[in-house]
């Protein structure tokens, strides 16, 4: 479920990007159809998650640099999940 939630996300978050769209425009659509993978009282989770997790994904999608604390936290992450928030930022 994580995987099927953050890899929507991504690849609606990617697919806006390089098409242009500012970030403004980009969320709303990107967060609603990653949610549409997940329902009930997952969704209402996942809808708490995305909230507040939505600054970290505004940086990548802006190419920001990642403050210290947020590097800090990738050298603790699998690679897997390190690959997918790197994969946003390229």
Same mark, same amino acid.
């Given at each position: 479920?994580? *995987?099927?939630?953050?890899?929507?996300?991504?690849?609606?978050?990617?697919?806006?990007?390089?098409?242009?769209?500012?970030?403004?425009?980009?969320?709303?659509?990107?967060?609603?159809?990653?949610?549409?993978?997940? *329902?009930?009282?997952?969704?209402?989770?996942?809808?708490?998650?995305?909230?507040?997790?939505?600054?970290?994904?505004?940086?990548?999608? &802006?190419?920001?640099? *990642?403050?210290?604390?947020?590097?800090?936290?990738?050298v603790l992450a &699998?690679?897997?999940?390190?690959?997918?928030?790197?994969?946003?930022?390229?």
């Open positions: 479920m994580v *995987a099927a939630v953050t890899t929507a996300l991504l690849d609606q978050l990617t697919d806006a990007r390089r098409r242009g769209e500012p970030f403004e425009r980009a969320w709303p659509l990107a967060r609603d159809r990653a949610l549409t993978t997940v *329902a009930g009282k997952d969704r209402e989770e996942w809808e708490g998650v995305l909230a507040s997790t939505l600054p970290s994904w505004r940086a990548s999608f &802006e190419r920001w640099p *990642a403050p210290a604390r947020e590097r800090a936290l990738l &699998e690679a897997p999940i390190a690959d997918s928030l790197a994969r946003i930022a390229a």
